[in-house]
């Protein structure tokens, strides 16, 4: 059974930074692309950033230069550094991971930027 776990979210103060990963601790399968999304209150969830297991990297507009996303094959981890936060940053913030088949989603974890 794949289990995406998410962990390094927290409180964090305007300008500050986080790092967040996740890992499928079973590694019975192998992603092809995974990544970050995250849904503020009342809001759709949308996508932050993502990784192809060959390295290739896409970010939304809005975190370009201030997030970046690396990623572990060989152990199915994916890390998410988020530099500069904003209020508007403040998050659930979920892994992905994607196979030829399915797609499989971590439980979450908050992100909250107090100003």
């Known amino acids: 059974q794949v289990q995406l776990v998410e962990s390094g979210g927290g409180l964090v103060q305007a300008g500050g930074s986080l790092r967040l990963s996740c890992a499928d601790s079973?590694?019975?399968?192998?992603?092809?692309?995974m990544g970050w999304y995250r849904q503020a209150p009342g809001k759709q969830r949308e996508l932050v950033a993502s990784?192809?297991?060959?390295?290739?990297?896409n970010y939304a507009d809005s975190v370009k230069g201030r997030y970046t996303i690396s990623g572990d094959n060989a152990k199915n981890t994916v890390y998410l550094q988020m530099n500069s936060l904003k209020p508007e940053d403040t998050a659930v913030y979920y892994c992905?991971?994607?196979?030829?088949?399915?797609?499989?989603w971590g439980q979450g974890t908050q992100v909250t930027e107090s100003s």
């Open positions: 990784i192809t297991s060959g390295g290739s990297a």
């Open positions: 079973v590694r019975f399968v192998s992603f092809k692309n």
């Open positions: 992905k991971g994607s196979t030829m088949y399915r797609d499989y």
